[in-house]
């Protein structure tokens, strides 16, 4: 993620900021120019954007639960803002902490959204395609009277539709589970990139007709989804999973091997927006690999570009936990059977910006 500057006193701010530390302006963001922008109250109430010259915003409605930073432009019609529209169900609010696990859900979706739209990739919602449309729901586990789980919601995604079982919100319970998976990374803007790459599956490689070409990288989707499950939490992955996927569990069938390459794909890109936001690059780097003031990996015409400059990059940051005394903050090899893997994700976006199936075309 890029830094922002607030226009009125040039304060740095951050993605999640909705006021300027330095001099108190209240701060949203604006979709359309992807960019953070401090306002100024108008007499109508509703705020004038200092990125946009003239133009006129409100708050999205989640704005007052302090679960969005988000701007509406006024005299649109909508309440809410493009992210927020594409929630089906969000938690229970009346349960203590739940709102501090909305909160943090929140930040992780739009940390995706940010992707998807810098990546102008086809969005369509439920009210383009009932059926199949880009939803979200956050919901939790149901007790009973005496706290013991009768019903249990699993993160994941079907139709389009993506749900995500709140206690992952929780740091303590998000790590238990990580723990008992024996995972080396479990995160919430993971679980998101993990299951919109679900959701891209079904939208550019099902019904773009590219199940040939997908085969040929990723394997035969046909495989018996279910039993390939069960095999896999059965006997774990094959003992040489590295040296083709990037994961364990992406060993288990195709579909999972393209969404978690499909979520690495984003880890990479975004970790390098904001390595270039700071100016992080290692000392040994090849001098023509250093992205410059003016590159842009969502701009990026090809993965070899991307995998220079992440590789060199990912030794130094592991590096540093390890002299702090932490584990790798990058528990992944990327072999050359891994990176065809994500040169095809990165073609797949890559000839998928600007579509329109159905794509919200809102702030």
């Not at 803007?189 to 040939?212: M, N, Q, S, T």
């Not at 990723?218 to 039993?227: I, K, S, V």
């Not at 091997?257 to 690059?281: K, N, P, Q, S, V």
């Amino acid at each position: 993620m890029k830094l922002f500057k607030c226009q009125n006193c040039g304060n740095t701010i951050h993605f999640n900021n909705d006021v300027c530390l330095a001099c108190n302006s209240r701060i949203g963001y604006l979709r359309r120019l992807f960019d953070m922008s401090a306002l100024e109250p108008s007499a109508d109430g509703s705020w004038n954007a200092l990125a946009d010259p003239g133009g006129s915003y409100f708050f999205c409605e989640n704005a007052m639960q302090g679960a969005c930073n988000w701007l509406v432009p006024a005299g649109s019609g909508e309440t809410f803002c493009l992210a927020c529209r594409f929630n089906l169900t969000i938690p229970d609010l009346s349960i203590p902490d739940n709102h501090d696990r909305w909160r943090r859900i929140e930040q992780a979706k739009k940390h995706l959204l940010y992707s998807l739209t810098r990546w102008n990739l086809p969005m369509p919602r439920r009210a383009d395609d009932p059926e199949r449309g880009l939803a979200f729901e956050f919901l939790a586990d149901q007790m009973d009277a005496n706290g013991n789980v009768v019903e249990t919601v699993m993160t994941g995604h079907s139709s389009g539709l993506i749900q995500i079982n709140i206690a992952e919100a929780d740091d303590a319970e998000r790590e238990r589970r990580r723990s008992i998976m024996r995972e080396p990374y479990r995160t919430l803007i993971g679980h998101f990139r993990h299951e919109i790459g679900h959701f891209y599956w079904d939208l550019l490689v099902k019904d773009g007709g590219r199940i040939a070409a997908f085969s040929e990288v990723f394997g035969d989707p046909a495989r018996n989804y279910e039993t390939a499950l069960t095999t896999y939490y059965a006997n774990g992955a094959p003992p040489d999973w590295q040296q083709t996927y990037i994961s364990a569990y992406a060993s288990a069938h195709p579909w999972e091997d393209f969404a978690e390459t499909w979520a690495h794909c984003f880890h990479m890109i975004d970790g390098l927006e904001t390595a270039r936001a700071y100016g992080i690059f290692p000392a040994d780097l090849p001098t023509e690999t250093v992205p410059s003031t003016e590159a842009d990996p969502y701009e990026a015409t090809g993965i070899d570009q991307i995998i220079s400059a992440w590789v060199p990059l990912t030794v130094a940051i592991n590096s540093i936990n390890r002299s702090l005394g932490q584990p790798d903050l990058y528990p992944f090899v990327l072999t050359d059977a891994i990176i065809g893997k994500i040169d095809a994700v990165f073609r797949l976006i890559a000839g998928s910006r600007g579509m329109r199936i159905g794509a919200p075309t809102g702030h």
